[in-house]
């Protein structure tokens, strides 16, 4: 009876070594089913402080975006985390011991913001954000919670970075992949919903949670879309997502923006969601009829209806169909990209999803349709946020905004009107332009400082002297200590990456020959006993 017992034992042991190394294993040879594993960054202590003390920003002019004007030789005084005052810099008085920063030949914008990101639970990220000037982002789930504890440490100013709003989790309701795969690598990031009851009890949970929105990603049935939407709404939580499956390109004419519409849906996350609801003039290369376009531009906005942009993603899927090689190697700022999340979103060659996407003959059609509806949008009056959707293959955190303004104003956007779409707009949208949107006395310091005029050429965002965020001043040579901190640390990362990679495959070996060793050795010892 021992010798069972020793042998069961023995055999439990075995299946629990073997457990921990498949799942070891999976965690190194398939990144994509990890990408929602937290991604440790540099430690807090690490980052630059900056400057937390009153700041005077002298002689700076100053782009308010409450309105299309400029201020000339201004004083911005910031004491305790908000805009202190605001005036020609003759009329006001600097307090004692503020820290001054000559503005002069500068600009002064509020805070840049990215309303559709996913960080794949990169904690460098919100470093990377913050050293391209944005200091607002809005998480739309598919990845570990740890996004929600991020978000409440820098609201208590325990963390450095832009202020996140989290509409967590993704919802799906899809056969697309594996769901218990997939929940289990984003901790419950992506979460299946089967019917309009899980739908709303799932809300429920997230809104006792305290999650900041709810969103729907790919839902096939529209009585689950409904589900969420209805129950969002009864929750006080705002709702954003794609449309329903089943309303896209789903008949004739404007059948699926119709239905749509009724539904009263307040926000979809990509204007591509719009032109999936477009009237097809051809529907083998895509074609859309423009008038469709301007219908559905005009129709949202008198309904209200809140887009954010990601025009650029859909210029990115060409080039990278065009030549993903090229592309990768003319981006400097992949070094700022986590390689877990590389590897585990599929950016690379012989992996990535958007070569396929963006080699259909019907893309460059497809493409010119949403560009079309921007400006359609844009032209209407409609309520537009810019968002990228990073850090889907090849958007880098924060780089990648600066390429979405870009594009817009490519497409035909004023710098005006591009630059409302990063400020004063997420503001509205989330209920906080008391708080931060525009330059004005009382609200949040949340600003950067540019070395050239985004009005007269938006390409300037990127020339950034300095950023603000939440009253804690972070100069030129702060952004680029905590860039190249990103960048080492995970030069870092690949140098263990491959270590582990190399020594994996050894102690397993070993492993498995000290087992068939042990097993033998106990097998004679028991013959002879014998």
Known sequence: MKSVIKWIGIAVAILVALGIIAYVAIYIYDPGSSAGWVKPGIAQEEIPAGVDTSVAFQNVTVIPMDSARILEGQTVVIEDRHIADIGASGDIDIPANTHVVDGEGKFLIPGLSDMHIHTSASENDLLVYLANGVT????????????LEWRDQVRDGARVGPSIWAWWPSIENNQLWDEWGTERASRGGKTWVHTPEE???????MAALGVDGIKAHVVDSSDIYLAL?????????????????????????????????????PALAHVEELVKMVELLDENSRQASDESIRQIAQDAANDGLWVSTSIYLMRSIADQAADLEGTLAAMPELKYVHPGVFDGMKWGPGENYYVAAGSRPWWPEYVAANEKMLLALSESGALLMSGTDASTPVLVPGFSLHDELETMADVGLSPYDVLRTSTYNPALYLGELDEFGTVEAGKRADLVLLDGNPLQDIANTRQIAGVMAQGRYYSRADLDLMLEAVAQDYEATKTTQSVIEIAFPIVVVLLLAALVWFILRRRKASQVSS
């Open 229 to 265: 939407l209805e129950s969002a709404s009864r929750h006080s939580l705002p709702f954003d997502g794609h449309v329903p499956e089943d309303h896209t390109f789903c008949g004739t004419g404007l059948d699926c923006w119709n239905d749509f519409r009724k539904m009263g849906v």
């Open 199 to 205: 739908a709303e009890q799932l809300v429920a949970e």
């Open 136 to 147: 607002t982002v809005r998480d739309m789930g598919s990845e570990s919670p740890v996004i």
